[in-house]
């Protein structure tokens, strides 16, 4: 006799085998009776009943294109998404829009049960992943921690410490003996190191990218791209189908899941018994937890959304400039002008921030290239948004970065090139760096929500940065444009293999600058 849950697995395939027949013959019968909606440019084409998911699957392989493409040729840069299977969906590239959603209206634009509902297998109850009180709370506690002084000089010496004596001695091996390197790869166990040890206060894994990648960087990964992979899934009930089954994706999902929380629940044990002992410092962001009377379940949380939020959003900017700067001679060689001036003092918080063209060009690396490509929030109730969008209680609102970095209308003709420039002003006869609105640059969100690690984001890429052009030149073996991949946090697709060169330092500054 057949296994009742073989039967009910047959009769799942079974279905999604007749959905796709389906959408076939509607694609098929649409097709040649060309019953298409007109476009307007607020929306991709629409069909009745299954909306624009057509368009959608001949265009999953380039959504942030086809996406952009859509929100240029809208008069507002504003779309709606209609699309069986999926909440019907605002896409944004507008900065009116934007600060409505992110300052003015904040209230009513929470994340939303359906995106942490996607989240909360691995970010659980952490700040990210949270609204309401819950959110107010824990934004409170790290607001108040991130302004420690305390906490910024134990992440200035860990930032001095891992540069030097990880990162540095590492690329000075790699130029002498001329082996190629994956430097996203090394920059992203870097930055991991650093965020394990300001949040977590353990000591680095494994720098050289030659050993095999640590199994807590392994489990983030997985857990990273699957829920990725959720919120992107043209149809929701496939993968909750899966969940509930515990097959396929969702099942290596449990898997890296309960190894991150194993993995941190073990260090919160250690780290009570230390401080319980007098052998902790407190000064990482898991002991100001633990001492605030927090319980373990939030702390193990709110950490691994830290973790989360520092691991990959500056490596991967990080990546993208260098990739930048090896297609702009002129613009590197003026970097690292400014770089060597600072070189001849001692790095620390107040003298990095001299460094305004190092800091335009992360800014113009980020405009092209964001770290977080979408975001999305869920209306609680019916609205407007300034371009006269119309907004039903429970849509999905998504603002743009990475098409908003594309926008004419924003950045001009030119908003393709990497132009550094675009980032000063003149101001009484003097060229400064200009503040822009973080509606127009929401790399790092705006309103309540504003990234708190903002800051101390620009001081480690520009000290790494600083650190790296100041001794080596970044050669890249390939002269093909990478591909930019958008999960959770975006990355270079297949890495960026390159050759370490010692830079010369023969060359006196005066001589540079004349």
Wanted: hydrophobic share 45%.
């Amino acid at each position: 006799m057949a296994n009742p849950m073989s039967l009910f697995v047959l009769q799942v395939l079974s279905f999604l085998l007749l959905y796709i027949l389906l959408l076939y013959l509607f694609n098929v019968i649409l097709s040649r009776f060309r019953r298409v909606q007109e476009f307007s440019g607020h929306k991709p084409p629409t069909y009745p009943i299954i909306g624009c998911l057509i368009s959608f699957y001949k265009n999953r392989g380039r959504l942030l294109d086809w996406y952009t493409e859509l929100l240029a040729e809208s008069a507002s840069n504003t779309i709606v998404v209609h699309r069986l299977g999926a909440r019907r969906t605002i896409v944004t590239a507008n900065p009116k829009n934007v600060e409505y959603m992110l300052k003015t209206n904040f209230n009513n634009f929470p994340k939303g049960q359906p995106f942490t509902e996607i989240l909360g297998d691995f970010l659980g109850y952490g700040i990210f992943n949270v609204d309401g009180e819950l959110w107010r709370a824990q934004r409170k506690f790290a607001s108040h921690e991130f302004s420690a002084k305390s906490l910024r000089e134990f992440f200035m010496i860990t930032l001095e410490e891992e540069v030097e004596k990880g990162l540095l001695p590492i690329l000075e091996s790699l130029a002498v003996t001329a082996e190629v390197v994956d430097l996203q790869e090394l920059l992203r166990r870097f930055a991991f190191n650093m965020v394990l040890k300001v949040s977590l206060g353990i000591d680095r894994c494994c720098l050289d990218p030659s050993q095999p990648v640590p199994p807590l960087t392994r489990a983030f990964d997985e857990a990273s791209e699957i829920c990725a992979k959720r919120g992107a899934a043209p149809l929701f009930i496939v993968w909750k189908m899966k969940k509930w089954l515990g097959i396929g994706s969702e099942r290596q999902l449990k898997s890296a899941v309960e190894e991150v929380h194993r993995y941190v629940s073990e260090i919160i044990i250690n780290k009570k018994r230390m401080i319980e002992e007098g052998e902790s410092r407190s000064e990482d962001l898991l002991s100001r937890l633990i001492l605030a009377g927090h319980e373990e379940q939030v702390i193990r949380d709110m950490v691994i959304s830290f973790i989360m939020a520092g691991r990959d959003t500056t490596s991967a900017a990080m990546t993208w400039l260098f990739w930048l700067l090896s297609c702009h001679p002129d613009i590197e060689k003026e970097v690292v002008k400014e770089t060597r001036l600072l070189m001849e003092r001692m790095l620390d918080y107040d003298s990095l921030k001299e460094l305004n063209l190092l800091k335009a060009c992360l800014c113009e690396s980020m405009r092209l290239y964001p770290p977080i490509a979408w975001d999305s929030k869920h209306a609680v109730v019916s609205d407007l948004l300034p371009d006269n969008t119309p907004v039903r209680a429970g849509d999905r609102v998504t603002y743009f970065p990475y098409g908003m970095g594309r926008m004419e209308a924003l950045w001009g003709e030119d908003c393709f090139k990497f132009k550094p420039d675009r980032w000063f002003v003149e101001a009484n006869e003097r060229r400064e760096l200009q503040e822009v609105c973080p509606c127009k640059f929401p790399i790092f969100q705006a309103g309540p929500r504003v990234c708190l690690g903002k800051e101390m984001a620009f001081i480690q890429m520009k000290y790494v940065m600083a650190s790296i052009l100041d001794r080596f030149k970044i050669k890249p073996l390939s002269s093909a444009r990478p591909v930019f991949v958008p999960l959770l946090t975006a990355h270079m697709a297949g890495g960026l293999e390159v050759l370490v060169q010692k830079r010369t330092q023969t060359t006196s500054i005066n001589k540079q600058l004349n």
